[in-house]
């Protein structure tokens, strides 16, 4: 069965680090674009990062390029997404999506609080 | 590029139509393989998106046919036909043709 599972998810402090995760299984995620994408409570949805398959070329979103990381475990067929410097506005349930062009395999998210 | 969707909702009566458009700000059809590198998805209360149409009119597997995918270029629509109470949702486009994707503000989709 093709899915995807986010894990990791949490409450952190401003200025402080998490890191999620997205285990894939049905499919290689070796063989496709990655992406993660996030929804802040009551607001739409944001996309964030992906990852190319092949040349492994990623791309951030302006909101937070210089802050998270997106990386690929083919041997553990997972997704990252290491976040620091994290942000309130940054509180979000998180999603991992397999890329076909659009976005066709989503997981049910993993929820981050950002809150002193 | 920046997608704009329009209305922000709508209510439509059961068995009617609903219509949703959805502007880009540049067009998003790739002249190499004249395909438009747009998708919509729907979003239940408390559930994660689900893929309904890619390239714009392409249909996904075990969708209803009463979705149905439209336009070209900078200009699409998504049409709902004979709505259904489980139709309930928000809908968002999105664009995959630059190397910085970016969706709708999303469209909710409720009953009159």
């Known amino acids: 069965q093709v899915q995807v599972v986010e894990s990791g998810g949490g409450l952190v402090k401003p200025g402080g680090s998490l890191r999620l995760s997205c285990a894939a299984s049905?499919?290689?995620?070796?063989?496709?674009?990655m992406s993660w994408i996030r929804q802040a409570p009551g607001r739409g949805l944001e996309w964030i990062s992906y990852i190319r398959s092949g040349d492994d070329v990623i791309f951030y979103a302006d909101s937070v390029k210089g802050r998270f990381t997106i990386s690929r475990d083919d041997a553990n067929n997972s997704l990252y997404l290491f976040m620091n410097s994290l942000r309130v506005e940054d509180a979000a349930v998180y999603y991992c999506a397999r890329v076909q062009g659009s976005m066709d395999v989503w997981g049910k998210g993993t929820t981050v609080t950002v809150s002193s | 590029i920046v997608m704009t969707q329009s209305p922000d909702s709508l209510a439509v009566s059961l068995g009617e139509t609903a219509t949703i458009n959805c502007k880009s700000s540049?067009?998003?059809?790739?002249?190499?393989?004249?395909?438009?590198?747009l998708a919509w998805y729907q979003q239940k209360p408390g559930q994660p998106p689900k893929l309904l149409i890619s390239?714009?009119?392409a249909r996904e597997s075990g969708v209803p046919d009463r979705f149905s995918g439209s336009g070209s270029g900078t200009d699409f629509t998504l049409t709902i036909s004979s709505l259904q109470a489980e139709d309930v949702a928000v809908y968002y486009c999105?664009?995959?043709?630059?190397?910085?994707?970016?969706f709708g503000q999303g469209t909710k989709v409720e009953i009159k």
């Open positions: 999105q664009e995959y043709y630059s190397t910085l994707w970016t």
């Open positions: 049905g499919f290689a995620v070796s063989g496709y674009y």
């Open positions: 540049q067009s998003v059809l790739f002249s190499s393989n004249n395909k438009n590198y």
């Open positions: 390239w714009a009119s």
